[in-house]
């Protein structure tokens, strides 16, 4: 079945370093999302990217889709104690509201200050 | 005002017994999920709804019961509990799976 992986699995970072995770899917997505999850929190909405070699920025948060619409990134530029969480990538399979949102195993950010 | 509400935060419970978490949304989503996030936080999709008729029914042992009373609400019921159904149970909701979804805050269940 279709799968989502997501590299490195855990990143500790000194505050004001940068991050990148980086998403992989074996096969051909239509969307690419991306959450966050706060330690003891729940997953949120961060961004959505649908174009073949999309780039959106969020502050310093930076998300690219692949030109085959196969893997993404996120990179964080000077990272904060507050960019401390796990980030996730997803991708739909399926299409309208039958399908379902397959995650990748998130990326662990640790920030020391 | 709460987007998606689960109840209860926390559900501590012996094995063997039957518990229920239940979850709400005000946001007029069409589509609500069950997913289950192990201890290695990695999300898996349980069940999914569509306007109270259910779409997806990953393979989840049949213990596992959701109920779609109306489109806002999806509850799960699971009988005879298990140590292995100890886990962060999170309900989610959105337009479709082309569209973000918004969760609620979890379920963290132990089972003792």
């Known amino acids: 079945g279709q799968q989502v992986m997501q590299i490195p699995q855990y990143q500790h970072v000194q505050e004001g370093e940068d991050f990148t995770t980086y998403c992989n899917s074996s096969t051909t997505l239509s969307n690419i999302q991306w959450y966050k999850q706060r330690p003891g929190g729940h997953p949120v909405f961060l961004i959505q990217?649908?174009?073949?070699?999309e780039v959106k920025k969020q502050k310093r948060l930076t998300f690219q889709f692949g030109e085959a619409k196969k893997n993404s990134s996120l990179h964080i530029t000077a990272t904060q104690t507050t960019d401390v969480g796990t980030y996730f990538c997803a991708g739909p399979t399926g299409s309208g509201n039958t399908g379902k949102l397959i995650f990748g195993q998130g990326t662990t950010l640790q920030v020391k200050p | 005002d709460t987007a998606v509400s689960q109840t209860p935060k926390y559900l501590v419970t012996q094995m063997g017994n039957d518990k229920s978490i239940k979850c709400e949304q005000n946001?007029?989503?069409?589509?609500m999920y069950w997913y289950k996030q192990d201890s290695k936080k990695f999300l898996k999709i349980m069940f999914s709804y569509n306007n109270k008729e259910l779409i997806i029914n990953e393979t989840v042992p049949n213990r596992f019961s959701p109920k779609s009373p109306d489109k806002a609400h999806l509850n799960l019921h699971i009988n005879s509990l298990e140590l292995g159904d100890s886990a962060v149970y999170f309900c989610a909701s959105s337009r479709g799976q082309s569209y973000g979804y918004t969760f609620g805050s979890g379920t963290r269940l132990t089972v003792v």
């Open positions: 990217l649908v174009k073949s070699g």
């Open positions: 946001l007029g989503h069409d589509t």
